[in-house]
């Protein structure tokens, strides 16, 4: 059980595209949902939380307009990365959680290559 | 601020052999930790969490952790390896600041578990 899918698991694609990854929960409800960064043997740097139906909360420095996220239901979430450059080449990582003291379910990761 | 440390960058165990990676956590209340684990070019799976209760908890493949108030440590343990438990190990530590039970990571720890 707790299953999260993230989808693609790999794009490449040319600076100035823009690029939408997509989180499920499967088999659970996700109240909540949350977007990471993992650059290279580092660890994880969170990006976003959302709520569903709520407007995502942002981590500081962490460009709103550059990274919009969606939560439409309990069980997807996308983050869109607008107008992608090199620097945004990485590992991203969707999880879920329901309410209480459950822990976080994550998705397999998307890397993002820009060229 | 909640944090947690891992001290080691990497952990080398031959197969058979007890493993130990550690964490310690600084809160403020009562810590809410948790132990993940992530192969190559995936997303983080969840091992084990501490809430309250037993300070020793068990988890999935085999893996157990100690909860020790008073050296403010949750190190992760296995009897005995395997190689396949090669991988990389994060501990964390919910964060109840804005209310979104959000997760502080460690640096993580790679264990690597030798035939």
């Known amino acids: 059980g707790a299953v999260v899918s993230q989808h693609p698991s790999r794009v490449i694609c040319k600076s100035g595209t823009s690029v939408k990854i997509e989180c499920r929960s499967l088999d659970f409800q996700a109240t909540t949902m949350f977007w990471y960064r993992q650059f290279p043997k580092q660890s994880l740097m969170l990006m976003a939380t959302s709520n569903e139906g709520s407007k995502a909360t942002y981590e500081q420095g962490v460009e709103k307009d550059k990274f919009l996220i969606n939560h439409a239901s309990l069980t997807l979430s996308t983050l869109t990365v607008t107008s992608a450059h090199p620097e945004d080449s990485s590992f991203y990582i969707c999880?879920?959680?329901?309410?209480?003291?459950?822990?976080?379910?994550f998705g397999d990761g998307t890397r993002l290559s820009i060229l | 601020a909640q944090s947690v440390a891992q001290p080691e960058d990497q952990v080398n165990v031959a197969e058979g052999n007890p493993l130990t990676v550690k964490c310690t956590y600084s809160v403020s209340g009562n810590p809410y930790l948790f132990w993940y684990v992530q192969y190559p070019n995936r997303g983080l799976q969840f091992l084990l969490k501490y809430i309250t209760g037993d300070n020793l908890v068990k988890g999935s493949y085999g893996f157990e952790a100690e909860f020790n108030k008073s050296q403010t440590s949750f190190h992760l343990k296995k009897p005995s390896a395997l190689v396949s438990d090669s991988a990389l190990y994060f501990c964390?530590?919910?964060?109840f600041g804005t209310g979104f039970q959000k997760l502080v990571f460690g640096t993580g720890t790679r264990l690597l578990v030798s035939p």
């Open positions: 999880s879920g959680k329901t309410g209480g003291n459950q822990p976080q379910h």
């Open positions: 964390a530590v919910r964060d």
